[in-house]
């Protein structure tokens, strides 16, 4: 089966400071991927979806410019978290979609701004 | 964001009993997914159904997709320990051209008692 890679696992960093979470695909291309995010004792929420080669398309109330998404291949898209606060702390998951194997999530980044 | 109604919100049971859970909208989905989701991790692709009416079983496991499109169940026979997690519905919506994204249920949180 399909086998995401989702890094770092965890991150702490300071509030002010950005965070990059990257989500790889190991065995199939993947076109497209998604970015959720998930509060304590919630369902996940999607943020935004990725094409590769293209702009990605942002969830209503979601600011692109806070949180940056690059997807340059199929196999690796990336999430940047800038200016984090604590307010931005949440689990953090992508999720590939490929024809074969349909939807994959990674293992999800935990993050806290302190 | 748009979310799915799912119930129940959680439940606490013996080993060996069976469990049920649902999950409506008023909105029509082609796909429905169901994922478990352990505590620090991804969600994990239970079963899928792609069919107004289809049954569909894996292991103990077992989900049907509501006639009208806009409800899905998920049973549990013979409960285990290990089946403790968070379950999640997930539905795919209807939508032209790209990759449909993935709309997720409020959840149902199962804990078993051995």
């Known amino acids: 089966g399909a086998v995401v890679s989702q890094h770092p696992s965890w991150v702490i960093c300071k509030s002010g400071t950005s965070v990059k979470i990257e989500c790889r695909s190991l065995d199939f291309q993947a076109t497209t991927m998604f970015w959720y995010r998930q509060f304590p004792k919630q369902s996940l929420m999607l943020m935004a979806t990725s094409n590769e080669g293209s702009k990605a398309t942002y969830e209503q109330g979601v600011e692109k410019d806070k949180f940056l998404i690059n997807h340059a291949s199929l196999t690796l898209s990336t999430l940047t978290v800038t200016s984090a606060h604590p307010e931005d702390s949440s689990f953090y998951i992508c999720s590939l979609h490929g024809r074969l194997y349909g939807y994959t999530f990674g293992s999800g980044t935990r993050l806290t701004v302190v | 964001g748009q979310q799915l109604n799912q119930s129940p919100q959680s439940m606490f049971i013996q080993e060996g009993e069976d469990v049920s859970m649902n999950c409506t909208s008023s909105?029509?989905?082609?796909?429905w997914l169901w994922y478990k989701q352990d505590p620090g991790e991804g969600p994990v692709l239970l079963i899928a159904?792609?069919?107004?009416?289809e049954l569909t079983s894996n292991g103990r496991l077992t989900a049907q997709f509501g006639i009208t499109r806009k409800d899905s169940f998920l049973n549990i026979s013979a409960s285990i320990p290990s089946d403790v997690g968070i379950y999640f519905c997930a539905g795919q919506l209807l939508r032209g051209g790209a990759t449909n994204k993935l709309i997720f249920g409020t959840g149902t949180l199962l804990a078993v008692q051995p």
């Open positions: 159904l792609y069919k107004a009416g």
């Open positions: 909105s029509i989905f082609n796909t």
